[in-house]
T-cell receptor, first 111, second 114 residues
Framework: QKEVEQNSGPLSVPEGAIASLNCTYSDRGSQSFFWYRQYSGKSPELIMSIYSNGDKEDGRFTAQLNKASQYVSLLIRDSQPSDSATYLCAVVNTGGFKTIFGAGTRLFVKA | NAGVMQNPRHLVRRRGQEARLRCSPMKGHSHVYWYRQLPEEGLKFMVYLQKENIIDESGMPKERFSAEFPKEGPSILRIQQVVRGDSAAYFC????????????FGEGSRLTVL
């Protein structure tokens, strides 16, 4: 079992729609969860962090965390073509010494 | 530019040569992480360092790879006797504190082994 699993996609949504990205993790003791965005050929950029169960909203982005199910998700409302990128789910392992990344989900937003 | 600086951005080596990748963390950051990314794959953790200390090197291959973060100067990832399978993008990230996943990444160093 991979430590952090994501559907590789690609996920294709029309402009203006809601994009839903999902992630599961195996380390039950993890306490910190992140979403990074990576454009093709570029470096990852942190877009959301979440530490407590429930929802956290920031502009068009909403992160959701369910520790009991070991599940993290990212919703992007009013998707724009500029949102087309790979989204990486990241989890800090128990002990906090390293951040483990999923393989990423490729998102395409069609104009 | 106060961001994470990596150099070289692109490096070409022949099999058997050495590759040295450098990383200067963001100003005020003393925690440095190295990740490797193969095409169409996620980031694989390699090593976490603080000044003069290796904290976690559980992702480093046992042979040919080493990393350091001296008291003065940048962090260096060294790959000896490179093989074609070492071709990848190597990203450095830094953070303000060591127990956070809030990482700031450099632009990466893309190693090609001929």
């Amino acid at each position: 079992q991979k430590e952090v699993e994501q559907n590789s996609g690609p996920l294709s949504v029309p402009e203006g729609a809601i994009a839903s990205l999902n992630c599961t993790y195996s380390d039950r003791g993890s306490q910190s969860f992140f979403w990074y965005r990576q454009y093709s050929g570029k470096s990852p950029e942190l877009i959301m962090s979440i530490y407590s169960n429930g929802d956290k909203e920031d502009g068009r982005f909403t992160a959701q965390l369910n520790k009991a199910s070991q599940y993290v998700s990212l919703l992007i409302r009013d998707s724009q073509p500029s949102d087309s990128a790979t989204y990486l789910c990241a989890v800090v392992n128990t002990g906090g010494f390293k951040t483990i990344f999923g393989a990423g989900t490729r998102l395409f937003v069609k104009a | 530019n106060a961001g994470v600086m990596q150099n070289p951005r692109h490096l070409v080596r022949r099999r058997g040569q050495e590759a040295r990748l450098r990383c200067s963390p963001m100003k005020g950051h003393s925690h440095v992480y190295w990740y490797r990314q193969l095409p169409e794959e996620g980031l694989k953790f390699m090593v976490y360092l603080q000044k003069e200390n290796i904290i976690d090197e559980s992702g480093m291959p046992k042979e040919r790879f080493s990393a350091e973060f001296p008291k003065e100067g940048p962090s260096i990832l060294r790959i000896q006797q490179v093989v074609r399978g070492d071709s990848a993008a190597y990203f450095c990230a830094s953070s303000l504190a060591g127990d956070t996943g809030e990482l700031f990444f450099g632009e990466g160093s893309r190693l090609t082994v001929l």
